[in-house]
């Protein structure tokens, strides 16, 4: 979801709410990577073949269908500049999963076994499913590490880093410092975590919970308690109990969702209509054409949102760049950018810009050699470092406002030292 959404980042951001990570069968065939030399699967002498996993539709209508735009729009431009090492990139798309475990894992294993992918990049999903078959398989995936399968295993990489780290990782403070910012101060405040009842939300609590409280904050309520697979027609349950939470039953001073956008359009406009006048977060919903229907408009309006890349707001040469490189991959078209177009694009640029490193002789082995010692800086994301990557996030992120139908930047771009998990 911009030391850095829509969640462990939540994306901040953000813990984008995951169902059923790696509990789905594995089984598959062996497709072992061959020799130096171009013998790889997917690697011939001009083109390296490259596919996706996008969450494009789902039942709750959320869609991530543009990370794939954005992905495309960074392989166009590296083929434009003559591609990797003197190789094209051949990609294929992203796949949908829908959202749907058994999905993601179908997906994975089509682009292995049967489109013969040298690379996954990008997936982006609140499931991952695939991520064992992918590992053993040794494919090189990268995505937005919103899910603990990007916080480990040897071959998946998270654009932005690992955002659900296991005890001994660290925490991205992001979220707690900006939202410290917007507040004046963490001192005497409160704040109030709500995420869906899944093992995503539960970690994100857990995770929020700990990060929040060494900010400062005061935790006036954290619970994973709104049904992940079916959105409330009621809000008034969370909303009583959220707004008598703070010192003394008082409103918290902050309300932060770690939900998708039908999920915050709900709670936020509930919110209002009881009158709440404190800050609300979420690390998803940075996306112009939310702004099209008036009720979608007035529900997130004066939020903020947490993002872990460069605010499109940004004047720097790499934004500028990203901007041209999306609007030649959608025809010439002045599109409106959203974060998963940067998702998109920063998953494709990490694993170019590793596998440019690993040299002409490009295997899974050269790959994993080059990611071992890979370090840059400046990039949109940050500062970024594998394998550090694989453990903690970039640590680096922005919160925007909407105001008055338009984003506005309210803590600029900065990285913030993590924090032990623990």
């Known amino acids: 979801m911009p030391r850095p959404i829509r969640t462990l980042a939540a994306a901040a951001a953000a813990l984008l709410l995951a169902t059923a990570c790696n509990s789905a069968s594995t ?18 002498a001009d083109t390296i073949k490259v596919g996706g996993i996008v969450s494009m539709t789902t039942a709750s209508g959320y869609s991530k269908k543009d990370t794939d735009l954005g992905a ?13 090492n003197g190789r094209r990139i051949d990609y294929l798309g992203a796949e949908d999963d829908g959202q749907d475990p058994a999905r993601n894992l179908a997906a994975a294993r089509k682009l292995v076994q ?12 609140v499931t991952f499913a695939g991520a064992d078959f992918l590992d053993r398989q040794k494919v090189p995936t990268v995505g937005w590490g919103t899910l603990p399968s990007f916080c480990g295993p040897k071959h998946l990489y998270g654009f932005n880093g ?25 001192r005497g405040k409160s704040v109030a975590l709500i995420a869906g009842d899944n093992d995503a939300g539960k970690f994100g609590i857990r995770t929020f919970t700990q990060g929040f409280k060494a900010a400062g904050f005061q935790l006036a309520y954290a619970k994973a308690a709104v049904p992940a697979t079916s959105l409330p027609s009621d809000w008034s349950a969370y909303t009583k109990e959220i707004l008598r939470s703070g010192p003394g039953g008082r409103a918290p001073d902050a309300v932060v969702s770690v939900m998708q956008t039908p999920y915050n359009i709900g709670l936020f406009t509930a919110l209002k209509r009881s009158g709440y006048k ?8 940075y996306d112009p054409g939310l702004l099209a229907k008036d009720a979608t408009r007035q529900a997130l309006d004066g939020v903020h949102v947490l993002l872990q890349f460069q605010p499109f707001e940004s004047e720097s040469p790499a934004m500028a760049r990203f901007k041209a490189d999306i609007k030649k991959a959608a025809g010439g078209k002045d599109v409106p950018l959203n974060m998963h177009m940067m998702t998109g694009y920063m998953s494709a640029d990490l694993f170019l810009s590793i596998a440019a490193k690993a040299g002409k002789d490009l295997t899974v ?9 890979f370090s840059d800086t400046g990039t949109l994301v940050g500062d970024r470092a594998e394998p550090k990557g694989q453990k903690e996030s970039f640590g680096c992120g922005a919160l925007v406002r909407l105001k008055n139908g338009r984003y506005e930047v309210a803590v600029p771009f900065k990285c913030y030292p993590p924090i032990p998990f623990g």
């Open 72 to 84: 495309k729009a960074r392989y166009d431009r590296a083929n434009a500049e003559g591609g990797v």
């Open 278 to 285: 404190g800050v609300i977060s979420d690390p998803t919903d």
């Open 27 to 44: 089984g598959g065939t062996s497709d072992e990577p061959g020799s130096p030399g171009g013998s790889a699967r997917g690697v011939t």
């Open 365 to 373: 082995e050269s790959f994993q050699q080059a990611a071992a010692g």
């Open 162 to 186: 690992c955002l659900v780290p296991t005890p001994g990782g660290t925490l991205n403070q992001t979220w707690p410092e900006g939202l410290a910012t917007v507040l004046g101060g963490a």
């Open 114 to 125: 049967q489109d013969k992918v040298f690379a996954v990049s990008p997936m982006s999903s």
